[in-house]
């Protein structure tokens, strides 16, 4: 009968709670690039930019398609390869094992989080109807107008949940960039089992405070949309 | 030296050896979903009758489900089950700890993603416009005949694009499969990395493989859902 050595779990959940606030960090991080850059694509693919909308639409297409951790390990080794190649040929002596990995695994979920972002803004400026945007039109209203005053302000309540929503998906996504050799809460916790071969209990502790992270982010979801509703003068 | 880090004649040399592997990946995919669709039948079943305590149980455990990543509760549960379900497997004489890893990567995808399909049966079911069910009871219809005609297909025909989503999740997941020692075809590609020392043209085979399947499963679920659009008046 396996007994669970509760003593060694609080202790793993407090050593992964303390690598909380960096986990955060690679969560928070590439959200925030992707929202502002995956506000300019949405934009690119509703005003139906010629070609730039082709790559957009192919871009997220790609990124929805694959594993992320595949994406990981290809931007990590193309990049690793590519670079000692490159550094090698010109003859400096800069290497990739000297770039921390915590920056490629953020611009990989950057990267990631810039489609999915794309994909949710778009979905949030279509909920709008299109007389709204004509009404504006026909007053005179100019483009950056008409998206400031009239599209945003009523998008955003659609918005908010959907984005809610992709931030919790990019932080269930930092649990893989330990692959990498990013040392994050996944990783210090297992090193510690390494000692006891109490997996078990370690992965117990990174999953509670997953959960923690993730409960928490939704409740702060909910109470930044329950403020956007009321200013909206909705329910 | 020339720079030979990627090229495209390995990437198509791999790609056979990979693609033996296919069919553990689409198994793990399709049986987690099917067995998990069960489960979440039945969770769905004692959500919608909010079953007393066990009602509680099942918020708790779709929280859980849906708020951890999948690969914390992959490890969770290979480490897991085995210590939970050895007092009753070893008098049978099966040592669950030396199982094939394989069992546990569908009953962690089975179970995890049952706590999705069971939001999106009971979202769905209660979705149907009450007046559809007052005016199936009104014709005298039972209970059972009332789901099967009326309330049934209409939730089908909400569910079906979740269910889409919910299949290619999980198709994208079994790439987390070799973390506990599967080898499907990210295993073998990771084979076939340690002996040539080439990882990365075999994970891009990888890549373009799981991108073409999950872009025939979106079309598929496209072509189902046209054929079962719902028809409003």
């Known amino acids: 009968m396996y007994r669970i050595d509760y003593g060694f779990l609080l202790r793993e959940v407090w050593v992964a709670f303390t690598m909380l606030p960096f986990t955060l960090m690679l969560a928070a991080v590439p959200t925030l690039f992707g929202l502002a850059v995956g506000a300019l694509l949405a934009i690119v693919r509703i005003q139906r930019v010629p070609v730039l909308r082709s790559v957009v639409q192919g871009y997220v297409v790609l990124i929805r398609g694959m594993p992320t951790v595949l994406m990981l390990l290809i931007v990590y080794f193309a990049f690793v390869f590519g670079f000692d190649a490159l550094m090698e040929k010109l003859g400096w002596s800069a290497r990739s094992a000297n770039i921390p990995p915590t920056l490629f695994a953020m611009g990989v979920l950057a990267f990631i989080a810039t489609a999915f972002m794309t994909e949710s803004i778009r979905t949030a400026l279509l909920s709008v109807p299109k007389g709204q945007t004509e009404a504006a ?3 005179g209203m100019t483009n950056f107008d008409i998206y400031r005053r009239v599209v945003i302000p009523q998008a955003l309540p659609v918005a908010i949940p959907i ?26 916790v297992r090193i510690e089992a390494n000692a006891s071969y109490r997996y078990l209990e370690a992965y117990i502790a990174v999953a509670l405070v997953y959960w923690a992270l993730c409960v928490g982010i939704e409740q702060g979801v909910r109470l930044l949309n329950k403020s956007v509703r009321v200013r909206a003068g909705g329910v | 030296m020339s720079i030979d880090y990627f090229s495209v004649g390995r990437v198509v040399e791999y790609l056979p050896a990979m693609l033996r592997k296919l069919p553990v990946t689409l198994a793990v995919a399709f049986s987690s979903t099917a067995l998990g669709l069960v489960l979440a039948t039945l969770i769905a079943a004692a959500l919608l009758f909010r079953v007393p305590a066990l009602y509680q149980v099942i918020k708790v455990f779709i929280s859980f489900s849906r708020a951890i990543p999948i690969n914390i509760q992959l490890f969770v549960y290979y480490y897991g089950l085995p210590a939970l379900l050895a007092p009753y497997l070893l008098p049978l004489g099966l040592n669950p700890s030396r199982a094939n890893p394989i069992y546990f990567v569908v009953a962690t995808y089975a179970i995890s993603s049952s706590a999705f399909m069971a939001v999106m049966l009971s979202a769905s079911i209660s979705g149907v416009d009450p007046g559809q069910s007052e005016a199936a009871l009104s014709i005298g219809m039972t209970g059972g005949q009332m789901f099967r005609r009326v309330i049934g297909p209409q939730a089908f025909q909400i569910a079906l694009p979740e269910m889409g989503n919910v299949i290619v999740t999980n198709l994208k997941n079994t790439s987390l499969a070799f973390t506990v020692g599967v080898i499907d075809m990210v295993g073998a590609t990771r084979a076939i990395a340690t002996r040539t020392h080439h990882a990365l043209e075999g994970y891009v085979g990888n890549a373009l493989v799981y991108f073409v399947i999950c872009l025939l499963l979106e079309k598929a679920f496209g072509l189902l859902e046209r054929r079962y659009r719902l028809r409003k008046g």
């Open chain 1, 163 to 188: 984005l809610g929503n992709a931030f919790i998906g990019q932080a269930k996504g930092t649990a893989l960039v330990t692959m990498i050799g990013v040392t994050d809460l996944v990783t210090r």
């Open chain 1, 137 to 139: 039109q026909s007053i």
